[in-house]
């Protein structure tokens, strides 16, 4: 617990370090998640946080990185799963925790697990593009109008000033026939 607590407190203060590119921010972020995820993973096993810290690389991913962040984390860790599952296999002395769960279950849990995050990870990632891709629309638009507004008083403007000349016009010549007239 203590030491999640540490990561997720390295990863949260590296989210607001300005003096790192966003794109790098994220990068790294996302690599805590993933190695904390790991290591959680051979050295507890399945049971505790370590699917946690793996199905928010993997969610994280997906919003940071859009479809292709998504795609390339559930590779990443559909990889570390069956790697991990085939070396407790061959080597249980080696990834004690994994090893102390039965093949079919590790690969339910492992099934289940790619398929959730899978499904959230490229479902969050689709929809975080769509938000994006209005925003953008609608910036397009605010721009757009303010400029539409600019033109508008400007054309009011140079009215007005027409509208004045023609007043002022008329007025001279009103004065020239009553000039006439007389």
Not at 27 to 56: D, E, H, K, P, R
Not at 73 to 81: D, K
Not at 132 to 141: H, L, M, S, V
């Amino acid at each position: 617990v203590v030491l999640d607590t540490i990561f997720y407190f390295f990863a949260v203060s590296v989210a607001f370090f300005r003096k790192i590119d966003l794109k790098l921010r994220f990068a790294a972020i996302l690599l805590i998640f993933l190695l904390v995820g790991m290591a959680l993973t051979l050295y507890t096993g399945t049971n505790g946080t370590s699917l946690i810290w793996l199905f928010s690389f993997s969610i994280l991913a997906g919003i940071f990185f859009n479809i292709k962040g998504a795609i390339f984390s559930i590779c990443t860790n559909f990889l570390f799963l069956l790697t991990i599952g085939l070396l407790s296999r061959i080597s249980p002395e080696n990834i004690q925790p994994i090893s102390n769960i039965s093949s079919s279950a590790f690969t339910t849990i492992s099934i289940n697990f790619l398929s959730l995050s899978t499904m959230i990870s490229i479902s969050l990632s689709v929809l975080t593009n769509g938000l994006a891709n209005i925003y953008e629309r609608e910036k397009a638009i605010s721009a757009a109008l303010i400029e539409e507004q600019k033109e508008l008083i400007s054309a009011k403007n140079a009215l007005k000033n027409e509208i004045t000349t023609r007043k002022n016009i008329e007025a001279e010549l009103e004065k020239e026939r009553n000039s006439l007239a007389e």
